[in-house]
């Protein structure tokens, strides 16, 4: 490999990385805000997907739209909550957080 293509991709290797570390910083600064500082909060968001059953490592999982890959799902949601739930329907979520992050307890029952 030539010694300025090997340059290049180091340097676009380093502002890889350096993204990646600076998008995890946030998002943890945000999520560690939302455990020590957060009060009881409400959000709404539309369901990408609904999976009765899932796996083992999230049964009974909702998928929400718009949200990054790593939380965008609920894990545990109660079945008798989930046979209503239908993708592009919304939903309020319940948990713990700030304006800029929510830690999800539950799903608010939409019959309620």
Same mark, same amino acid.
Not at 13 to 33: E, R
Not at 41 to 69: M, Q, S
């Given at each position: 490999?030539?010694?300025?293509?090997?340059?290049?991709?180091?340097?676009?290797?380093?502002?890889?990385?350096?993204?990646?570390?600076?998008?995890?910083? /946030?998002?943890?600064?945000?999520?560690?805000?939302?455990?020590?500082?957060?009060?009881?909060?409400?959000? %709404?968001?539309?369901?990408?997907?609904? /999976?009765?059953?899932?796996?083992?490592?999230?049964? %009974?999982?909702?998928?929400?739209?718009?949200?990054?890959?790593?939380?965008?799902?609920?894990?545990?949601?109660?079945? %008798?909550?989930?046979?209503?739930?239908?993708p592009g329907m919304p939903v309020t979520v319940a948990g713990r957080? /700030?304006?800029?992050?929510?830690?999800? /307890?539950?799903?608010?029952?939409?019959?309620?």
């Amino acid at each position: 490999m030539p010694q300025g293509s090997r340059i290049l991709w180091d340097v676009a290797a380093v502002a890889f990385l350096a993204l990646i570390a600076w998008s995890n910083a /946030t998002a943890g600064w945000s999520f560690l805000d939302a455990l020590v500082r957060g009060q009881p909060k409400r959000a %709404d968001y539309v369901i990408r997907d609904v /999976t009765p059953g899932g796996d083992a490592k999230c049964p %009974d999982a909702v998928h929400l739209a718009g949200l990054p890959l790593m939380w965008d799902r609920i894990c545990g949601v109660d079945p %008798d909550i989930l046979r209503g739930l239908r993708p592009g329907m919304p939903v309020t979520v319940a948990g713990r957080g /700030t304006d800029r992050w929510i830690i999800v /307890t539950g799903i608010v029952d939409p019959r309620s």
